[in-house]
């Protein structure tokens, strides 16, 4: 069992702009979520969860405003602190080949 890890993720300077796939999404939520997860992958990992969550029938963990889409309200779940992630030390021992 492994221990999680804290640490900040910090994007590189050059960072100018929203990847490919991040680009349908609403921008006010957008760059508001970016502020709490900076790691553009990450981001796009935790928010495809919890779509795929609210799709499955669970609740919002906040007041959903009218004709918003499930990216909206997982970003919006970042953006007001209720929704986050851990990365936990992976158990996996990788051997080499002798």
């Known amino acids: 069992?492994?221990?999680?890890?804290n640490f900040i993720l910090v994007p590189p300077p050059e960072f100018a702009q929203y990847p490919r796939s991040l680009t349908r999404m609403n921008s006010k939520y957008l760059s508001d979520a970016m502020q709490?997860?900076?790691?553009?992958?990450l981001l796009i990992n935790v928010v495809s969860?919890?779509?795929?969550q609210l799709a499955q029938g669970?609740?919002?963990m906040i007041q959903v405003e009218p004709r918003?889409?499930?990216?909206?309200?997982?970003?919006?779940e970042i953006t007001?602190?209720?929704?986050?992630?851990?990365?936990?030390?992976?158990?996996?021992?990788f051997q080499q080949s002798k």
């Open 58 to 60: 669970h609740r919002p």
């Open 49 to 52: 969860r919890r779509v795929r």
């Open 80 to 93: 007001e602190g209720k929704l986050g992630f851990e990365l936990v030390e992976s158990d996996i021992v």
């Open 1 to 5: 069992m492994g221990r999680p890890y």
């Open 36 to 41: 709490r997860i900076p790691n553009t992958e």
């Open 68 to 76: 918003m889409d499930p990216a909206e309200i997982a970003l919006k």
